[in-house]
């Protein structure tokens, strides 16, 4: 007798903390030291969440103990809209701002309210792989549109329009996009905002990098370009303001939301069966939107995540046969490797023999669905000796499996 997962699961890829991560963890249980450039979460590289924001959930937390209302708290939620206002965005209801237990949960239902069995999403390749699992476990289909290294990892629109069947119900947009770094112009966004008005979809926008920018880019928010396209917007506390534990993100509609009565009735009925969520971290929120945003000082010129993001690049392209384009927000880097220069079998050998011998943990970039060339993610999230230790061991690695 065996009792087996459900077979939904099988499509359900979540490599950031699959089966090379797990041979690291026996590693470690080893005594082996790994130097661990595979998971974005900011406070285990030493950045702290803003001490306000902890004196929020501490002054807090007697009135933290019961369940929230599903949405969540009204002053979390009233400061998400008037963030919105803030960055341009017309006409956001309180009563369609939904908070989460981070950015993830919302994402699963998001996508459990929306589809039937075949339904299609558009999701970027390469992906933040969670969409496309949250996709294929609501029992649709991800369908993927490229994303470009030649054309700094932009979307290219034309195949993002040709994607599209009478089945697509969604389009997935990610900007600033994990794993890429990319930031997408405003003339982007309106064309990307122009087919979903063209094929009736709707517009999801994970933005959860929106605050951490580098070279004074600037990011546009997808729901100030229309009134008339249905955009759910996911942003949170886990990346901007280095809160990853305290599993607080929130999403919120904006458009013809009349039009969207029934699938926000759903989301409704998804989010009231799971209660609430983690109620003394939506405490946090209000501060952090209303508070000083340190985030910026981390981002610009001489702050640690620039620093850090300026010797990757360097480093990573000073290697012959890697390439990278410039991330210019988030916390990682996308580079390609020309593996025909080296004795690896594809990507994930590559990377499981670079934790192997290395002991150094990247993930490979099929594990962000993204099998056009070979690549791979680094998180630049450790300080710049950990980064130059990595990349010393790197290059040394490289030269021991360069073909003659
Ligand atoms: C693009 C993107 N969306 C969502 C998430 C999930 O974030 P949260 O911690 O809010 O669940 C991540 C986490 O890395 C991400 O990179």
Request: charge should be negative; hydrophobic fraction near 40%; glycine fraction near 6%.
């Amino acid at each position: 007798m065996k009792y087996r997962k459900a077979e939904h699961l099988n499509n359900a890829k979540y490599e950031i903390r699959g089966k090379v991560a797990d041979k690291a963890a026996q590693l470690k249980l080893r005594g082996i030291n790994i130097l661990e450039l595979n998971i974005g979460n900011p406070g285990i590289f030493g950045f702290q969440v803003p001490d306000t924001m902890n004196m929020a959930i501490i002054r807090n937390l007697d009135k933290a103990a019961a369940y929230s209302d599903s949405k969540g708290i009204f002053a979390a939620r009233e400061a998400i809209v008037i963030e919105t206002q803030n960055i341009g965005i017309k006409g956001v209801d309180i009563d369609h701002v939904f908070l989460g237990n981070g950015v993830s949960e919302l994402i699963m239902m998001s996508m459990e309210a929306l589809l039937n069995p075949e339904e299609e999403v558009l999701i970027p390749s390469p992906d933040y792989p969670l969409w496309t699992a949250a996709v294929n476990i609501a029992n649709g289909k991800a369908v993927h549109y490229n994303c470009d290294s030649e054309n700094d990892w932009q979307p290219d629109l034309e195949h993002m329009e040709a994607q599209i069947s009478a089945r697509t119900r969604a389009l997935v947009v990610i900007n600033p996009n994990n794993p890429t770094g990319a930031v997408y112009s405003k003339e982007t966004l309106e064309e990307i905002t122009a087919i979903a008005r063209r094929h009736r979809l709707i517009i999801f926008s994970d933005e959860i990098y929106s605050k951490i920018l580098y070279d004074d880019i600037e990011h546009v928010p997808m729901a100030i370009l229309s009134d008339d396209v249905l955009v759910v917007t996911f942003n949170g506390l886990s990346k901007s303001y280095r809160a990853c534990g305290f599993r607080a993100g929130w999403l919120y509609l904006s458009g013809p939301v009349q039009q969207a009565e029934d699938y926000i009735d759903g989301l409704t009925q998804l989010l009231s069966m799971r209660l609430c969520s983690n109620v003394p971290a939506q405490w946090a929120i209000q501060t952090a939107l209303g508070g000083n945003q340190s985030i910026y000082q981390l981002t610009a010129d001489g702050g640690r995540l620039k620093r850090q993001r300026d010797l990757t690049i360097k480093r990573l392209r000073a290697i012959e046969g890697i390439s990278c384009v410039n991330p210019q927000s988030a916390l990682y880097a996308f580079p390609e490797i020309d593996l025909s220069l080296f004795d690896f079998d594809d990507d994930e050998d590559f990377i499981i023999k670079l934790l192997e011998e290395e002991h150094v943990l990247l993930v490979q970039g099929s594990g962000f669905n993204y099998d056009r060339s070979y690549a791979f993610r680094v998180v630049f999230l450790p300080h710049e000796e950990t980064l130059n230790k990595a990349f010393d061991r790197l290059e040394n690695f490289l030269s021991i499996h360069r073909k003659a």
